[in-house]
């Protein structure tokens, strides 16, 4: 009788069933780092933000509109909105809120309105 090589049904389905656990513990995991780097990315712009809001006033000796705090900051991916500043992250676009008042209390409604206060990304 000659013997035969090769695998058994059980053993292909064995190996199936690892690389199937394998792959579903993976997934969570490239989700989780993806979500990380979201935010990195979102914190790292908020800070530019903040940055150019504090070198707007030191070079302008007022606070800046949120036209001249969108210039300052800089960037092919940021421009002003009434609102504040928005940041556009992996072709999604962000708004770092502004406030007219240096105690974030009341929103910038336009363009041309001065910048006291720099708030958060939404």
């Keep these: 009788m000659k ?3 090769g ?3 059980i053993e292909l ?17 490239f989700v989780d780092v993806s979500t990380q780097a979201l935010t990195a990315a979102q914190n790292g712009s ?3 933000v903040r940055s150019g809001h504090a070198m707007s006033i030191a ?4 606070l800046p509109t949120v036209t001249e705090l969108a210039t300052y900051v800089g960037g092919p991916n ?3 909105v009434g609102t504040g500043i928005e940041v556009v992250i992996n072709g999604t676009p962000y708004i770092v809120s502004t406030f007219t008042d240096t105690t974030c209390t009341a929103p910038t409604a336009a363009v041309a309105n001065t910048v006291g206060c720099i708030g958060t990304i939404n």
């Design 3 to 5: 013997k035969q090589a």
């Design 7 to 9: 695998f058994t049904l």
């Design 13 to 29: 389905v064995a190996v199936l069933v690892i690389l199937a656990l394998l792959g579903a513990m993976a997934v969570p995991r």
């Design 46 to 48: 908020l800070a530019g």
């Design 59 to 62: 070079d302008l000796r007022r």
């Design 78 to 80: 940021i421009s002003a």
